[in-house]
């Protein structure tokens, strides 16, 4: 099902990008975008400015508008709300050349997905995902959906050389993000996972600090990410509000959900793991299933304890619970 909403999208006015220093990074960003030496097509900008990709502009600096980038949403939950937020307000914050249009949401229910898109802007919604890769319009195809849906999306939108917004845990599992990875190198298109706890201003501060070796050589890293919203037996799993504890939806609990942020930050506070050594438990071994009513064994962990060795020698460790 979809289908065209009857109010119309208020436009909004395209600017004159300044020559300011943002839009210069950006401009040396996009030239330092390449593939094996051959420019790639329609680099992504970077996330200087928070999360923002092009969508067929020009690669040569010559802004003079602001290029408009058509987004297709899919998921309409906590992260499409997230994401659709910072569609609207990215060029309120930062100078940037695009501007995000909020072109097609989807979402599996069709009232929600038409709330959705009267209630943010966006100009049409559909229930089904592939109707969004088909749209020619869309330039960007964002998927917040949950994670055992993410690779068949991202590679269809690979295959139609849309610019893609996954969020994290890529995949179910290794061997599935491997063949994510694959499709879409092969396809040359911009792409990005939402690991977008770098941008905490914290962590970007702390990235500072590393970085200009004002902490001295690293010797300990440390991470704890820890909720408890599991920790009742009567919370049950899958369907659409605990998705996250059925391991058919997640693929894994907390080690896909919070440890997965917390590898990256540390990749990217610190540099490369060489070895990693971990635990994980399950607390509440069974949970009544929400679509089959039925009390069925859990198959995700509820819990964590990550050791690993980096390459510069430090040495990380760090504990996460549901
Ligand atoms: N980066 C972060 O900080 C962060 C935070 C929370 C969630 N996430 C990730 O974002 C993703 C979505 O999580 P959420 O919390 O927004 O979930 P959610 O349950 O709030 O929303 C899921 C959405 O997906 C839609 N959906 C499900 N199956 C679909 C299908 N087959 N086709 C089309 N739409 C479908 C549902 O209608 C719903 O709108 C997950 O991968 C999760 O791990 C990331």
Known sequence: MSGEKESRRVERPTFNVQRSTSNQRNIEYRKRMTNNGKSIKNPPIPAFAGTCFTSGASQDGDDSMKKKINIGLIGYGFMGRTHSNAYCKVNHFFDLP?????????????????????????????????????????????ICVPNNVHAEIAMAAAKAGKTILCEKPLALNGKQAREMVDVIEKAGVPNMVSYNYRRVPAVTLAKQLIDEGRLGQIFHYRANFLQDWTISTQVPQGGMATWRLDVKAAGSGVTGDLLAHCIDTAMWHNGHIKSVCAMTETFVKERMHAETGKVEKVGIDDACMFMCRFENGSLGIAAYHF
């Open 98 to 142: 695009y501007e995000p249009a909020l072109h097609v949401v989807c979402g599996l229910e069709e009232d929600k997905a038409k709330a959705f898109a009267d209630q943010w802007g966006y100009q049409s919604y559909t229930t089904d995902w592939r109707k969004v890769i088909e749209d020619d319009k869309v330039d960007l195809v964002d």
